[in-house]
């Protein structure tokens, strides 16, 4: 919402015709934006949840999984 405001300020300057453009642009690159931050702060959530919740280690005889306070 915020990156259509600021398109269609942008685009005022062009009439009628460029804040519509602006307005869709700046929709456009906020939620491209957004997305992207959002991929990026799950990445790393999704590390963080392997590392310390998910069995982390398998024994290579038997194939087990564990977490280290399981030893």
């Known amino acids: 919402m915020a990156?259509?405001?600021s398109g269609a300020?942008?685009?005022?300057?062009a009439g009628p015709v460029g804040m519509t453009l602006g307005s869709l642009a700046g929709a456009i690159l906020g939620g491209l934006a957004g997305g992207t931050a959002g991929g990026?702060?799950?990445?790393k959530m999704?590390?963080?949840?392997?590392?310390h919740v998910l069995d982390n280690y398998e024994c290579h005889h038997?194939?087990?999984?564990f977490t280290q306070s399981d030893r």
């Open 40 to 43: 990026l702060a799950g990445a």
């Open 46 to 51: 999704g590390e963080e949840i392997d590392s």
């Open 3 to 5: 990156g259509a405001k």
């Open 9 to 13: 300020l942008i685009g005022a300057f």
């Open 62 to 65: 038997c194939g087990t999984a």
